[in-house]
């Protein structure tokens, strides 16, 4: 079973720091580009960061650029977002999700909740 | 990078067909024939249900179909059932791997 399992998650301090990770199984992780997309509490979906297969290159939403950092581990199918310099906008339901055809975010983990609140 | 516009809103009758917008612009939905559409129930992870403007993947109800013209894509859903009932979101490839969602439409079955 195609499987994504998001850590990682709570409540960090304005300015704090958190990584999540998410386990990947059920596919050939090191085949598939990833992406981070978020769900801030009444609102919208939001993409947020994505790494190409190889790990070679990431790209970002302007509102996290210089503050996250997306990495992947294909050696243990694990992903990973660094995030940095918390904001309160920041908070939001995470979801690791796995690119696939023509640019869809085809499987979805189940998320993770990040609140950033003094 | 601004989320693209959805109506907040729409609604149909159990059989009914309904049809939600998302407009874009040249530089997302109108430069690419990389439309998505999720649906979403809440509490839920998010399903993917159309991908390239029109395809469906495998277990998606041929209900579920999708368009586009110019700038805007659309999402039809025909045959409406009480199960459709949940927020959906187009999302359009906006170049250099990135990605722009809508601002999402919530879908009344009356």
């Known amino acids: 079973e195609v499987q994504l399992l998001e850590s990682g998650g709570g409540l960090v301090q304005p300015g704090g720091s958190l990584r999540l990770s998410c386990a990947a199984s059920g596919f050939p992780f090191s085949n598939y580009g990833m992406s981070w997309v978020r769900q801030a509490p009444g609102k919208g979906l939001e993409w947020v960061s994505n790494?190409?297969?190889?790990?070679?290159?990431?790209s970002y939403a302007d509102s996290v650029k210089g503050r996250f950092t997306t990495s992947r581990d294909n050696s243990k199918n694990m992903l990973y977002l660094q995030m940095n310099s918390l904001r309160a906008e920041d908070t939001a339901v995470y979801y690791c999700?796995?690119?696939?055809?023509?640019?869809?975010?085809?499987?979805w983990g189940q998320g993770i909740t990040v609140a950033v609140s003094s | 990078q601004s989320a693209l516009t959805q109506p907040p809103s729409a609604s149909g009758s159990p059989g009914q067909s309904v049809t939600i917008s998302c407009t874009g612009t040249s530089s997302d939905v109108g430069g690419y024939e990389y439309i998505s559409w999720y649906q979403h129930h809440p509490g839920k992870a998010p399903k993917l249900i159309i991908y390239?403007?029109?395809k469906r993947p495998s277990g998606v109800p041929d209900r579920f179909s999708g368009s586009k013209s110019g700038n805007t894509a659309s999402l039809t859903v025909s045959g409406l059932q009480t199960e459709d009932e949940a927020d959906y979101y187009c999302?359009?490839?906006?170049?250099?791997?990135?990605?722009?969602f809508g601002g999402g439409t919530k879908l009344t079955v009356l």
């Open positions: 390239e403007v029109t």
């Open positions: 999700v796995r690119d696939d055809s023509a640019w869809s975010l085809g499987v």
């Open positions: 999302c359009s490839y906006a170049g250099s791997s990135k990605r722009v």
């Open positions: 790494i190409y297969s190889s790990g070679t290159t990431t």
